[in-house]
DNA sequence: CATATATCAGATAAATTTTTCTGATTTAAT
DNA sequence: ATTAAATCAGAAAAATTTATCTGATATATG
């Protein structure tokens, strides 16, 4: 199981990431980003067309082409990644699975959770791609 | 999607908790916890096995049979619930999905998501079911 | 213009999770 | 004893998510 974020987010997060250490002149293709992250090709593909509709990543099609980053990587925070992916529900939903958790109608972890929700989404909203990008590329050549 | 626990798991906490705020020597059959939750009967009973194989629910079978919680409300958390039915990967597993993320070898949010993560442990570890009971009542009553 | 190599779109397959069903066993009450 | 009502165990079905495949289209290059 993944931990908040679904697969596809995860391997959303991961090539833009990748990406984001690499000059945004030149492309990467999805077989390339697949290996870099340890994916598999297709998914991070489908992926990839995702976060290309969002306008987070450009592609070019045709012989060279592949993908890139479509901001500058100060522009871009993980929120956004995670938000065209996922959608807000994380943000949005009990914890506990309650359905109409609200300050009126709180669950018994209500105030708490929020807190730590609000922290996580500050977590991804705060530095930008280029503020992670050495501890990124320091992780990625490990991989 | 759920937040960070399975369906499973969200029914588990759900269940006890409701049970909580009941008194232990009353029994309470899987068809009237999966009204009270308002979930499916069967899923509910899946879920209460578990939770009866970990010791936190007890049961007892035949005519007038049912569940009830096995420990004393003062002594049971959130946490062991979580546990006994997810397992402990969430409190573990890298919240980007990298592999072997560590302090030696970080992602890009490492320490902060490790904080969020610790302080998410402690809200479940922190209050017993007792703590919660008048959070509970209001909102299983709301249900 | 032809060819090789990309993305892109959508269908399909596989895997996992969620939900339901079936039958066996247990037990209280008559 | 017999019966009714419950858990329990495991299979099966449905739904969702993850992963792969296929074909269409686009484009750089010779």
Redesign the interface.
């Known amino acids: 199981?993944?931990?908040?974020?679904?697969?596809k987010c995860?391997?959303g997060?991961?090539a833009v990431?990748f990406l984001s250490t690499q000059n945004s002149n030149t492309l990467f293709n999805a077989h390339k980003i697949a290996e870099k992250v340890?994916q598999p090709k297709e998914f991070v593909s489908k992926v990839l067309q995702i976060l290309t509709k969002s306008g987070i990543v450009g592609s070019k099609k045709g012989k060279n082409g592949g993908f890139f980053l479509a901001k500058s990587p100060a522009e871009v925070k993980?929120i956004e990644i995670v938000l065209a992916i996922?959608g807000k529900?994380?943000f949005e939903?009990?914890?506990?699975?309650?359905?109409?958790?609200s300050n009126d109608?709180?669950?018994?972890?209500h105030n708490?959770?929020g807190k730590?929700r609000d922290?996580?989404y500050l977590?991804?909203s705060k530095e930008s791609l280029s503020d992670?990008k050495y501890?990124?590329l320091k992780?990625i050549v490990?991989?």
Chains 1, 2 share one sequence.
């Not at 109608?105 to 972890?109: F, S």
């Open positions: 199981m993944t931990v908040i974020f679904s697969k995860e391997i997060l991961q990431l340890k993980l996922d529900s994380v939903n009990c914890v506990l699975g309650f359905p109409a958790c109608n709180p669950c018994p972890v708490q959770w730590l922290e996580a977590m991804l992670l501890k990124t992780k490990s991989l």
